[in-house]
């Protein structure tokens, strides 16, 4: 049986600061379980499914299994807390995304701004009937917010309405980018309510008459999340099917924020995915009759993409423990979603060189982390928008219009 300093050592070679030495042991048990389930039974058909955009057979049913949420080996030491703590959640998304980027997106908008519209948004028996199901992946879901014409200005442009016909509501409108919709099976659909102006929160079911579905062909990114553009014509649905407790922006963007951490820690874990398929390759590809490691501008290159790691790491840290404390400040959050996707812009375009032509074919595992790295730009606030956050703290104004 290895130690908790022997399974660190196999894990998070990386990670310089010792962070992951905080995890604890049940913690780091659970995660080599994971990571060796990718190893063995994913790692060989992943470039493929990225190239056929297809998913993984039995992944889904895999983590389900696998209990990331509820898993006792997570809760020793924290007996009775409602979740493991947020060192293990940066943890379990850094090693996904180190695998893949579409698989940690997949999950993550699931269990994250799938599952927390259900549970900030639901009602007492909402949560009861819909959480438990959501987390053992009896049901899957994702976050049906963004529109074919508003994008970064969703807080104040949906343009899906919802009206009231008394105890039903007729929804109508469109619906783009949705991740995992296709293979949910409730779907929370965000509409404007058109007596107060206020946007509301719909359970919808994908085979509902007036929903149709189409999923977004020939991206660059994400290729293995299918990300749909979804129709909503004249789809009824019963109050009680409407996510009670959403009334107001204000409550989607506690969903919203409650997240963005969980894609600081992606972009983190595919540098990290991004370092270890250059540093294989640079070990390999020999040039001038020697390994082109040996050269002094290549390790200068991996130490830029080591330190960009080291720096997002620690930024993760930081954050996790504040969250753990209760702390879920938006500008922290903001500043670590756009530092550390940018710091992955960057790595991965530095990792692509390194891989000379074959950084540009998936074979290689490089060309993967680059792509999916431009998704991880855009989603959850784009460097702008967070940037504006960001600026409003600083200055006191607002420069978002
Ligand atoms: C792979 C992927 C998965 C996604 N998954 C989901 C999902 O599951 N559910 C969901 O609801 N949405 C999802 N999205 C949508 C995502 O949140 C939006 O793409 C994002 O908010 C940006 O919106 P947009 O693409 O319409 O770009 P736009 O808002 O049109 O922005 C275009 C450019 O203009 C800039 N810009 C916009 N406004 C300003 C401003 N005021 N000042 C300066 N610059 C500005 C932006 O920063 C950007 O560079 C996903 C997107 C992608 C790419």
């Not at 030495?21 to 990225?50: A, C, P």
């Not at 509501?169 to 099976?185: E, F």
């Not at 640079?282 to 720096?311: C, D, P, W």
């Not at 938006?330 to 991965?348: G, P, Q, Y």
Request: charged share 25%.
């Amino acid at each position: 049986m290895s130690t908790k300093t022997e399974l660190l050592q196999e894990l998070f070679p990386e990670d310089i600061l010792k962070v992951s030495s905080q995890l604890t042991e049940g913690e780091v048990k659970f995660l080599k379980q994971l990571d060796d389930l990718l190893e063995s039974k994913y790692r060989e058909g992943i470039n493929q499914h990225w190239v056929d955009a297809t998913v993984p057979e039995g992944f889904f049913e895999d983590m389900g299994k696998l209990n990331y949420f509820s898993n006792p080996l997570l809760f020793e030491g924290r007996e009775g807390a409602k979740m493991p703590s947020h060192l293990y959640q940066f943890f379990f998304s850094y090693v996904l995304a180190r695998f893949d980027v579409s698989l940690v997106t997949l999950l993550g908008v699931h269990q994250g701004l799938g599952h927390n519209s259900f549970l900030f948004g639901g009602s007492k028996e909402q949560v009861a009937h819909y959480i438990p199901k959501l987390q053992s992946h009896e049901l899957r879901t994702c976050f049906a917010l963004t529109e074919p014409n508003h994008g970064s200005d969703v807080a104040g442009g949906l343009e899906t309405t919802a009206r009231r016909d008394g105890d039903k509501w007729i929804l109508n409108g469109a619906k783009r980018w949705i991740g995992g919709a296709t293979v949910a099976d409730v779907i929370p659909v965000y509409a404007v309510d058109v007596e107060t102006g206020k946007p509301k929160g719909f359970i919808v079911r994908p085979d509902q008459e007036g929903v149709t579905m189409d999923v977004i062909q020939n991206k660059i990114a994400l290729r293995i999340v299918p990300n749909a553009n979804i129709q909503l014509k004249d789809v009824v649905v019963e109050e009680a099917d409407r996510l009670q407790n959403i009334n107001g922006f204000k409550d989607i963007a506690k969903v919203l924020y409650s997240t963005r951490a969980g894609v600081s820690y992606m972009a983190t874990g595919a540098l990290a995915g991004a370092l270890r398929a250059t540093t294989k390759y640079v070990n390999e590809r020999k040039q001038f009759g020697k390994e082109i490691s040996n050269y002094q501008l290549v390790q200068e290159k991996l130490a830029m993409m080591q330190g960009n790691l080291t720096h997002a790491i620690a930024l993760n840290a930081q954050l996790a423990r504040m969250q753990e404390e209760g702390d879920y400040d938006e500008v922290a959050t903001s500043t670590a979603k756009m530092m550390n996707s940018l710091r992955l812009r960057e790595s991965v375009a530095m990792g692509r060189g390194l891989a000379g032509g074959n950084g540009i074919v998936v074979d290689y595992d490089i060309a993967r982390f680059f792509s999916d790295a431009e998704a991880v730009y855009t989603y959850e606030g784009t460097h702008e928008v967070n940037a504006l956050v960001i600026g409003r703290s600083i200055t006191g104004k607002s420069a978002f219009v």
